[in-house]
């Protein structure tokens, strides 16, 4: 009997604990994944916002040179050329001008609002929309979410031409920007301020009459006259800037206005706190 039951207890099965072991392959690749898909998404955003960004300026210069023609509209050339050098697929780039020309037959339309904000400072906020009762409905419902509202406001404002170019560094800039002006000033401009970038090239924005815009910019994208044109727009400049704006006001105005830059529709945002 004694027999019979040590050869039962030989016959059942062992278990024995085992620990449990994760391959460190297999976690590294893991984390290695994240770290791609935390990456690809980072990329995507920074894609979609560049491909928003390039929509707008594209919006822009074809409101501001009144043509969807790069070869007639300087402006939007030179949207184009920056647009393809820093990525921007031909696709996306051919939509834009469909849609803003409206040659699918459902162009967007152009919105200006004028607005009271925190410090009852004045802001002019330019849309562009498919859908004008939805940018309505959401820039309203906004508006009362940081204390502004709707108001007439466009009599702080005047139109006004803005073109900003770059001279190529060099030790005859002066002399070259010496020329640049004289070519401005024949071509309506009325003041002109220059900022010197790290790489020594000099930048001029010159302000004219909006209704010289066209005339300054093709006078300034002459052959020989500067390097390249940047940039070729119609802004709303304050007729008499404000000068101060208390600390709460101005928080409170800088919400205001990221949050409206952030609507989809929007275009742009000018306020009397400009300079």
């Known amino acids: 009997m004694i027999a019979l039951r040590i050869a039962r207890s030989l016959r059942r099965p062992v278990h024995r604990s085992r620990a449990l072991h994760i391959s460190p392959t297999l976690l590294a690749g893991h984390n290695k994944w994240s770290k791609i ?35 007639q509209n300087n ?18 780039i051919e939509n834009a001008l469909k849609k803003v020309s409206g040659e699918n037959g459902k162009g967007d339309s152009h ?12 802001l002019i906020v330019e ?16 508006l009362k979410d940081h204390g502004a509202r709707l108001a007439d406001v466009k009599f702080l404002f005047r139109r006004e031409g803005r073109v900003k170019v770059a001279l190529e560094p060099g030790d005859d800039l002066e002399a070259r920007l010496e020329k640049v002006v004289e070519v401005a000033l024949d071509a309506d401009a009325e003041d002109f301020e220059t900022e010197d970038l790290p790489d020594g090239t000099r930048t001029v924005e010159f302000k004219c009459p909006h209704t010289s815009l066209h005339k300054l910019t093709s006078a300034l994208t002459a052959p020989g006259v500067c390097r390249e044109l ?12 404000l000068e101060e704006l208390d ?12 949050a ?10 000018w306020t009397t706190a400009d300079s």
Request: avoid cysteine; charged fraction near 30%.
């Open 37 to 71: 898909e935390k990456r690809k998404g980072a990329n995507d955003i920074k894609k979609g916002l560049l491909y928003s960004r390039t929509y707008k300026e594209i919006a822009i210069a074809v409101r501001s040179g009144g043509n969807a023609d790069p070869e």
């Open 75 to 92: 402006a939007l050339a030179a949207v184009l050329k920056r647009a393809k050098k820093e990525g921007v697929p031909k696709e996306n």
């Open 111 to 122: 919105l200006v609002f004028e607005v009271i904000g925190p410090g009852s400072v004045g």
């Open 127 to 142: 849309s562009l929309s498919d859908n004008p009762n939805r940018t309505i409905k959401f820039l309203t419902t906004l």
């Open 230 to 241: 940047i940039s070729s727009e119609l802004v709303y400049a304050p007729l008499e800037p």
């Open 247 to 258: 600390e709460e006001s101005a928080e409170g105005l800088g919400r205001l206005v990221e």
């Open 260 to 269: 409206i830059e952030d609507l989809d529709d929007t275009l742009r945002v």
